[in-house]
């Protein structure tokens, strides 16, 4: 069977953690599919530290931008797909300075390819829109980007997880049960 599956909740909700609990439980053959840049110390830190944390039966493709591609050429070598994340993914998109209506159309496509894909995937965001309206116009324009992105992978997914302080809570469909 495959799955397809979108985690959402805040920074440091579990949504990580669950989803790839769950990856872990849906097959053997897994891919964590990273739209993380290591840019600067930090954020190379964080990212060895999820390698560590997954272990070496994962398998790590970074694409920061291309997903849709990635998604198609690792499908057929693999049980299942972890996207994390899709806030990296939309903010790499803001910063090789897409319109709107490009990364809204690039959604689209990975929306498409989701469903398409013939092994499991399992895609996380960070949810947005639940804190205040940001003071900046750059700002402001990531959170309602980050919102429509979801809102497209959510319509598309089987099973919609909200992680809230480490709590898994299903909010379509009934995967909680796995």
Request: a negative charge; glycine letters at 6%.
């Amino acid at each position: 069977m495959s799955y397809k599956i979108f985690v959402t909740g805040g920074c440091r909700s579990g949504k990580s953690d669950y989803a790839q609990g769950l990856a872990d439980r849906i097959g053997k053959r897994k891919v964590y599919l990273a739209t993380s840049q290591a840019l600067d110390d930090e954020m190379r830190a964080r990212i060895k530290s999820h390698q560590e944390k997954r272990g070496p039966e994962w398998e790590t493709c970074e694409e920061p931008i291309e997903v849709v591609d990635a998604l198609k050429k690792l499908a057929p070598e693999t049980d299942v797909i972890m996207l994390d994340c899709m806030t990296l993914w939309t903010t790499n998109c803001l910063l090789a300075e897409m319109s709107d209506e490009d990364i809204l159309q690039r959604a689209d496509a990975l929306a498409q390819a989701f469903v398409a894909c013939p092994v499991s995937v399992v895609i996380v965001s960070n949810e947005v829109g639940l804190g205040i309206v940001p003071d900046n116009k750059l700002a402001r324009r990531f959170r309602d980007l980050a919102g429509a992105v979801n809102q497209k992978i959510a319509a598309a997914a089987d099973d919609v997880i909200l992680s809230v302080s480490g709590i898994p809570v299903a909010i379509k469909g009934s995967l909680l049960k796995i």
